[in-house]
T-cell receptor
Framework: DAGVIQSPRHEVTEMGQEVTLRCKPISGHDYLFWYRQTMMRGLELLIYFNNNVPIDDSGMPEDRFSAKMPNASFSTLKIQPSEPRDSAVYFC???????????FGPGTRLTVL | AQSVAQPEDQVNVAEGNPLTVKCTYSVSGNPYLFWYVQYPNRGLQFLLKYITGDNLVKGSYGFEAEFNKSQTSFHLKKPSALVSDSALYFCAVSPYNTDKLIFGTGTRLQVFP
């Protein structure tokens, strides 16, 4: 298995632009998690899905953030409009069941100018 | 509140010496406990977990961790450190009856030749 796949690996955009991050979980995993990592706040859980259904989005910082999982093999995290304080590394992770070992993707490094 | 604490921002150890990275937790019920490692510009990689059973858990790359219920600790250990072990280490806990992981702030391990 290729593991969790994220794209793009790097994204540089200007304030006010829409940003879409993509994730393909490990096949057969029922849970998908989106995290954000910054020096100041560490690793934060933004939202997670079970069987494509959002279960807990309490970590989503603002209405500018939205996430979808239209099918078992694809999820997106969208920021619209983006702001410089959104600059961070965004990770996607998946697990077979919850709670269980989560497998992380390589991350997307987002820079908002 | 449920939480995980990693009291040391950085741990320095000489190659060949034993290492310990500390983790304590505060959750209700019987938690699931995890250790992850993060190398520069990479996603988090699973090292080991405790679910139930033997308090000493062995994981990848020669690492082990001991679950101590009375002290609510789950310290990561390795008998002989390698320079290649230098990385950022995260402790995580999944409280009883939840699907989420709560991550600590991370401890940077530096192994000197």
């Amino acid at each position: 298995d290729a593991g969790v796949i994220q794209s793009p690996r790097h994204e540089v955009t200007e304030m006010g632009q829409e940003v879409t991050l993509r994730c393909k979980p490990i096949s057969g995993h029922d849970y998908l998690f989106w995290y954000r990592q910054t020096m100041m706040r560490g690793l934060e859980l933004l939202i997670y899905f079970n069987n494509n259904v959002p279960i807990d989005d309490s970590g989503m910082p603002e209405d500018r953030f939205s996430a979808k999982m239209p099918n078992a093999s694809f999820s997106t995290l969208k920021i619209q409009p983006s702001e410089p304080r959104d600059s961070a590394v965004y990770f996607c992770a998946s697990s077979l069941v919850g709670p269980d070992t989560q497998y992380f993707g390589p991350g997307t490094r987002l820079t908002v100018l | 509140a449920q939480s995980v604490a990693q009291p040391e921002d950085q741990v320095n150890v000489a190659e060949g010496n034993p290492l310990t990275v500390k983790c304590t937790y505060s959750v209700s019920g019987n938690p699931y406990l995890f250790w992850y490692v993060q190398y520069p510009n990479r996603g988090l990689q699973f090292l080991l977990k405790y679910i139930t059973g033997d308090n000493l858990v062995k994981g990848s790359y020669g690492f082990e961790a001991e679950f101590n219920k009375s002290q609510t600790s789950f310290h990561l250990k390795k008998p002989s450190a390698l320079v290649s072990d230098s990385a950022l280490y995260f402790c995580a806990v999944s409280p009883y009856n939840t699907d989420k992981l709560i991550f600590g702030t991370g401890t940077r391990l530096q192994v000197f030749p």
